[in-house]
């Protein structure tokens, strides 16, 4: 497998190159591109994750179902597809834009920024659907009630970009009634 890239972006949301991903996180980790996905299954309950402790940014953090980076030219679809495949083993799933202008800045404790132009994608996948987490990536994943996801935000084992997803996402209603934007919204340097 190759070196991993990630798409750099300027304010206007335009790719202006590309950066291996491992050396592109630290102390003034440029702006790029990512997403944040939430899993939702038919009967309305959010899978929500606890990342790996070996991860090099915010280890053991809980947040919403997978995140990942678009690679250069790559679709924001196909990126969240790999990701899912990859992280959760989730083969198939139907995708829906839900937040496509969200973007957000987050240091972690040893320092290390995240700052990302981060549309956030809902999954939605049959009810009792089978999740075996990568265990690079993933610590635990477990099937939550909206409502216990809502309490999450109150505590400090949860990611800030988490914290952030669902004050905008908590008016738009339960996950299954959060508005499909399409495309609108999304940045220029991804397309759907």
Not at 47 to 72: D, E, M, N
Not at 106 to 128: F, L, S
Request: one cysteine or more; charged letters at 25%; hydrophobic letters at 35%.
């Amino acid at each position: 497998m190759g070196v991993e890239e990630i798409v750099l972006l300027n304010a206007d949301d335009e790719a202006v190159g590309t950066a291996p991903k491992s050396a592109s996180h630290h102390r003034d980790t440029p702006y790029h591109l990512a997403f944040s996905c939430y899993v939702t299954d038919t009967e309305g309950r959010v899978l929500i994750t606890q990342r790996a402790l070996g991860k090099r940014t915010f280890p053991g953090v809980w947040t919403g179902s997978c995140c990942g980076h678009p690679g250069p030219g790559e679709k924001l679809r196909d990126a969240v597809l790999r990701r899912l495949r990859d992280e959760l083993d989730i083969q198939d799933a139907t995708l829906t834009p839900v937040l496509p202008r969200f973007h957000y800045r987050a240091v972690a404790e040893d320092g290390t920024v995240e700052h990302e132009r981060c549309p956030v994608v809902r999954a939605v996948v049959p009810a009792g659907s089978a999740v075996h987490p990568n265990p690079e990536e993933v610590e635990r994943a477990e099937w939550w009630t909206w409502e216990r996801c809502l309490e999450l935000t109150g505590k400090p084992e949860s990611s800030p970009w988490y914290r952030l997803q669902i004050a905008e996402l908590a008016p738009l209603g339960t996950p299954l009634d959060w508005p499909d934007t399409g495309r609108l919204g999304l940045p220029p340097a991804l397309g759907w």
